[in-house]
């Protein structure tokens, strides 16, 4: 079980160099891997899965999200943890086949989404719509 009091740089054994480029992206990075895991909000482990640091800590945290709600969303749009996820390039989960399961088992929860979608709540809307 993974320390979630601990930050990413603390599991990774890796402190970065403070690089003072004043862009909010670089600032942003520096700024989570400082963070305890158990502080990092859905968007922000959105934000380190797009920028593909700290995977191993960030997914399993992203995953919890997910099978609880597929569509959760950071503060871009609904589902846009899931898609960043599935943005993570495919050479990440050849190496980290635990994980990819741990992707894969989402399947019945997207499933369940999109048949809620399909079979409730886009028929109300057509019906409110008419």
Same mark, same amino acid.
């Given at each position: 079980m993974m320390d979630l009091s601990k930050s990413i740089e603390q599991l990774e054994s890796a402190v970065w160099e403070y690089n003072p480029y004043p862009s909010n992206v670089? *600032? =942003?990075? *520096? %700024?989570? =891997?400082?963070l305890a895991l158990e502080s990092l909000s859905i968007d922000d482990l959105r934000f380190?899965?797009? *920028? !593909?640091i700290g995977l191993p800590y960030v997914l399993p945290l992203a995953f919890e999200h997910l099978a609880e709600n597929p569509a959760a969303g950071g503060q871009m749009y609904p589902g846009d943890l899931l898609d960043s996820v599935l943005s993570v390039r495919a050479a990440f989960w050849e190496e980290q086949a635990d994980l990819d399961r741990e992707l894969i088992d989402l399947i019945p929860s997207v499933e369940s989404l999109l048949e809620l979608l399909r079979d409730e709540i886009l028929p109300a809307l %057509? !019906? =409110?719509?008419s």
């Open positions: 670089v *600032q =942003r990075e *520096q %700024r989570l =891997r400082k380190l899965i797009g *920028q !593909e %057509r !019906e =409110r719509a």
